[in-house]
Nanobody, 114 residues
Framework: VQLQASGGGLVQPGGSLRLSCAASGSVFNMSHMAWYRQRPGKQRELVALINSGGSTSYANPAKGRFTISKENAKNTVSLQMNSLKPEDTAVYYC?????????WGQGTLVTVSS
């Protein structure tokens, strides 16, 4: 299984970005897909998750500002990020759990700065 993330970049505070992650390979029986991030000097942390049934969960910093969604036909998951803050600056990673196996994308850098 390979995960290809895209959509990072530089955005001003208050702006928006949309991250996308495309999964390829043996993606049957996928339990969930998620976005994590690693801020400078911090450990990787969960941002948002969507399970096979479409239920979502968000970390507190993401609630009300970020939306995770998926398109099953294309095996893609997206993260719409609005009202971005400088503290959202991080490398964002796509993650997939398929059966008991964990897969990570390569990471995409999001920089929120004026």
């Amino acid at each position: 299984v390979q995960l290809q993330a895209s959509g990072g970049g530089l955005v001003q505070p208050g702006g928006s970005l949309r991250l996308s992650c495309a999964a390829s390979g043996s993606v049957f029986n996928m339990s969930h897909m998620a976005w994590y991030r690693q801020r400078p000097g911090k450990q990787r942390e969960l941002v948002a998750l969507i399970n096979s049934g479409g239920s979502t969960s968000y970390a507190n910093p993401a609630k009300g500002r970020f939306t995770i969604s998926k398109e099953n036909a294309k095996n893609t998951v997206s993260l719409q990020m609005n009202s971005l803050k400088p503290e959202d600056t991080a490398v964002y990673y796509c993650h997939a759990l398929i059966m008991a196996d964990s897969y990570w994308g390569q990471g995409t850098l999001v920089t929120v700065s004026s």
